[in-house]
């Protein structure tokens, strides 16, 4: 054992390096105002309080740009998992022509630089008349988390045998009940795992909200309401790392969840 | 009905053909439903504006829409700062990629030495920073580079030092971020492709005489080709579209523009200058850059023999 105390003094040490700038925006915001403007920052506080919380939800607000948020991203979640999954099973259950023609469209659509893609959506939301609404957020992100869902659940219902499906035709399933019944719940650890990215992808857009969201401000989601906190003369620090803690709790959550299944979705190539 | 996969031939059952042609369609029509008009005609309708005269007069309708040819694209060309972002966009990009990808699989190799109490210590470590939203993951390093009330400036001793006033330095603290961001994905990914492989083979290699470096280079790394063509990519795609931690960090692109990247770019003439034109023919840039990188990429997955 005696030639691991290296590598392992090695792997904690880098460890704590990582996961440092998570612990002082955790501490940051616990801390009291007094030592976050403090000369001589201590890693530590003895005197933990609620008070930065307590004023970002109250005072700004937050709680409302948290919910819109949430909002958003589910809504991602529902729609794109659902459609994606009937997609997924035409493209692997299925051969017909121009099936591997879809499949590389896909995955080319990945690639595309979406952020390019702000300009003439930003012209085609307005023409909608959905500026300002989050209805607007939930259907740029719908579009965009697609493709890669699509890719994803593609490899979880590959997995599940054939056999599976046409027993269940011989005993008179028909193909409705086959795709709910049968292949939906099969598929579901597979749904979980594409979801946590639709879901990360919507929670994180701070692009989308910037464009769309101009003046509603009760419609305004998490990244954009962070930049609140940021005033010209003196940022409220404690403010701003009590609102990125309530941001990346929920993506931590779900993350630690799936992290499994994530490598192995996303590293199509990477057989477990 | 014809299956013209190039991939291996499917185990040949007779599958019940009837009404076989029509069940495709409709599970796909949902997601044609949303991709045609929020995806496919955007993109089309980016190459029409960059090829149009589009400011704010043709915006409110104050004044009719031109077709200008390819003259945004030839502002473009001759525009000295067009190119310095372009240079910037590609040096920032391909150094992420070395920074993340040398870390990464550095990391991936420390794990396959060390106790499991340690490994499960890292990767708990990297899954926070890889989980963590861009936006918070900027304002978190920005508060410890903070000018003044950052802890990095305190232990320095560099107290009213100013990490984004110097292109170079803005540009390595948005990297530090970015590369904090996605090493996680490399390492878990090269890690699951390193414990895939066959012990058999490394073993034979040692009894060859190979020692660990040798057979590092010469075993693992070819073996492991499919999954470091799919991590460079990916990292490729991801470093070049940086976007939410140049904007938040840099404030927008940085003092004078010195922190622009494309992406940045492309939206700050359109949403700032109101030249939606000039910032589509920048977006048409982009996606052509990406799209070379791709096909590349297709290329690779079809010698590596992957079957769609």
């Given amino acids: 054992m005696s030639r691991r105390v290296v590598p392992n003094t090695i792997a904690l040490l880098i460890a704590l390096v990582v996961a440092f700038p998570i612990y002082w925006m955790v501490l940051s915001a616990l801390k009291p105002a007094g030592e976050i403007q403090s000369a001589t920052p201590v890693p530590w506080t003895f005197n933990p309080t609620l008070d930065s919380f307590q004023r970002v939800l109250q005072v700004n607000d937050f709680g409302r740009y948290f919910m819109n948020s949430l909002i958003v991203a589910l809504a991602v979640v ?123 992808t919507a929670w994180n857009d701070f692009l989308f909200a910037r464009t769309f969201i101009i003046s509603a401000t009760e419609n305004q989601t998490l990244p954009m309401a962070l930049l609140v906190f940021f005033k010209p003369d003196e940022n409220d620090w404690g403010g701003i790392m009590a609102a990125s803690v309530l941001m990346t709790v929920p993506v931590l959550i779900f993350f630690m969840f799936v992290q499994r299944r994530l490598v192995s979705g996303l590293a199509g190539a990477v057989k477990d | ?45 980016l190459g029409l504006l960059s090829v149009l005269d589009f400011r704010q007069a043709q915006v409110s309708g104050g004044q009719p829409t031109r077709f200008i040819g390819l003259d945004n694209y030839a502002e473009l060309m001759s525009a000295p700062k067009f190119w310095s972002v372009l240079w910037a966009t590609v040096v920032f990009a391909a150094a992420l990629v070395v920074v993340t990808l040398a870390v990464g699989a550095a990391l991936a190799v420390l794990l396959t030495k ?22 918070t993951g900027s304002t978190v390093w920005m508060f410890l580079f903070d000018t003044n009330l950052g802890l990095v400036n305190r232990v320095l001793g560099w107290e009213g030092h100013n990490w984004t006033y110097e292109r170079f330095s803005a540009f390595a ?74 904007y938040v960090m840099t404030n927008g692109g940085g003092i004078a523009g010195q922190n622009l990247t494309l992406n940045v770019y492309a939206y700050q003439q359109a949403f700032a200058s109101s030249e939606y034109g000039l910032g589509s023919a920048i977006g048409v840039v982009m996606m052509l850059i990406l799209l070379a990188v791709t096909l590349v990429y297709l290329r690779m997955l079809r010698r590596s023999g992957e079957p769609l």
């Avoid at chain 1, 909608?128 to 579009?143: C, D, E, P, Q, R």
């Avoid at chain 2, 060390?114 to 936006?135: D, F, G, H, T």
């Avoid at chain 2, 083979?201 to 492991?224: K, N, Y």
């Fill in chain 2, 173 to 246: 603290l948005v990297g530090a971020v970015v590369v904090w961001h996605s090493f996680p994905f490399v390492m878990v990914t090269l890690y699951a492709g390193i414990k895939a492989l066959p012990e058999q083979v490394l073993e034979a290699a040692q009894l060859d005489g190979a020692g660990p470096w040798r057979s590092f280079w010469s075993v693992t790394v070819p073996m492991l080709r499919p999954v470091i063509a799919i991590v460079v990519i990916q990292s490729i795609i991801w470093d070049f579209k940086i976007f939410t931690q140049i």
């Fill in chain 2, 114 to 135: 060390v106790s499991r109490w340690a490994a499960i210590a890292l990767s708990l470590a990297a899954m926070a920073a890889w989980a963590a939203p861009a936006m």
């Fill in chain 2, 1 to 45: 009905m014809t299956a013209i996969d190039a991939g291996p031939a499917v185990a040949g059952r007779a599958r019940p053909r009837t009404r076989r042609q029509f069940a495709p369609l409709w599970m796909l029509l949902p997601a044609a439903a949303v991709l045609v008009p929020l995806f496919v005609y955007p993109i089309y309708q």
């Fill in chain 1, 78 to 200: 529902a729609l794109s998992g659902l459609v994606a999954f009937l997609a997924a099973v035409a493209l692997t259950r299925f051969r017909f022509r121009f099936r591997t023609t879809l499949l590389v469209l896909f995955l080319i659509a990945q690639m595309v630089p979406i952020e390019a893609l702000t300009i003439p959506l930003f012209f085609l939301v307005r023409d909608l008349g959905a500026l300002n609404t989050l209805f607007s957020l939930i259907l740029v992100h719908f579009a965009f988390t697609l493709p890669l869902a699509v890719w994803m659940l593609r490899g979880f219902v590959a997995a599940i045998p054939d056999e599976i499906e046409e027993a269940a035709q011989l005993d008179g399933a028909s193909r409705w009940q086959i795709l709910w019944r049968i292949l939906f719940p099969l598929v579901a650890p597979g749904l979980a795992a594409t979801s946590v990215f639709s879901f990360i």
